[in-house]
């Protein structure tokens, strides 16, 4: 409880600030005294949407798609300091875990030509994602990738993929168009400059893309402070990969 509390402190609302008040009732009436908001015993905060009805990001709407975060790949994106892009994919990853949500990851011509695969400190974080080798450099064009995608039975796709204007934007416009809500986290994707980043999220949020960052997904899973089950594992994630502190020291 205390460490709830200090996530409802000074830093919560960059924490929360792209996460909606809930369209939804809560059981019970919570009001308002001298400032002091009063709760009954076991509050668990507001329910959760419906899948099918939250505009938002949920733990039972999303699935995470990351794309040739691959070793010799990795090597050309210059955009973004590796280490920054790295902390940022490792947050993301670890968020997607947390929240249970479908993890799709994909390289590229590793069965084919003995490419590097997947970034094994990256794969190792979500050991039950599905793995996809393919061809393709657009993965929407490889069947066993789209039925991957089609299988996690979730509409809004949490997308990312090194480079932005190639690996990343093909699929992620393909998605978009084929009725995808695609949500892309800016801060843990990059390309070979900044020109080719931008131009490759200009031609996505032209299809509809949304772009995000990584702080903006675990914030919309969690959505509401109350929610004891999963609060602390979040606010570990924030401490570390966000603010760069010591999780087992809290707020110091």
């Known amino acids: 409880m205390k460490l709830q509390h200090r996530l409802i402190g000074a830093f919560a609302a960059a924490f929360f600030a792209a996460a909606p008040a809930h369209a939804e009732a809560t059981p019970t009436?919570?009001?308002?005294?001298?400032?002091?908001?009063?709760?009954?015993?076991?509050?668990?905060?507001?329910?959760?949407?419906?899948?099918?009805?939250?505009?938002?990001?949920?733990?039972?709407?999303s699935a995470l798609i990351l794309i040739d975060y691959q070793p010799h790949i990795l090597m050309g994106v210059r955009n973004i300091d590796h280490a920054d892009l790295m902390n940022n994919t490792t947050a993301l990853i670890k968020s997607a875990v947390h929240f249970d949500i479908p993890i799709i990851f994909s390289h590229v011509g590793v069965g084919l030509n003995g490419s590097q695969p997947f970034i094994e400190e990256l794969r190792a974080l979500a050991p039950n994602a599905v793995i996809i080798d393919r061809t393709n450099v657009n993965a929407w064009e490889e069947k066993e990738f789209v039925d991957a995608v089609k299988a996690t039975g979730r509409n809004k796709l949490i997308m990312g993929g090194l480079w932005t204007d190639v690996c990343l934007a093909y699929p992620a416009i393909e998605a978009a168009n084929a009725g995808f809500d695609v949500y892309v986290p800016e801060d843990v994707i990059g390309s070979i400059t900044q020109l080719s980043h931008e131009n490759g999220m200009k031609r996505m949020i032209a299809a509809g893309v949304q772009p995000v960052?990584?702080?903006?997904?675990?914030?919309?899973?969690?959505?509401?402070?109350?929610?004891?089950?999963?609060?602390?594992?979040?606010?570990?994630?924030?401490l570390e990969y966000l603010f760069k502190m010591d999780p087992d020291q809290g707020w110091q």
């Not at 509050?43 to 939250?54: L, S």
């Not at 960052?213 to 570990?236: C, F, K, M, Y």
């Open 213 to 238: 960052t990584w702080n903006v997904v675990l914030a919309e899973l969690q959505r509401d402070h109350a929610r004891a089950g999963t609060v602390e594992e979040t606010t570990r994630i924030f």
């Open 29 to 61: 009436e919570i009001k308002t005294v001298n400032g002091v908001a009063q709760y009954p015993d076991d509050y668990q905060g507001t329910p959760h949407r419906a899948a099918d009805e939250d505009p938002f990001l949920s733990p039972s709407n």
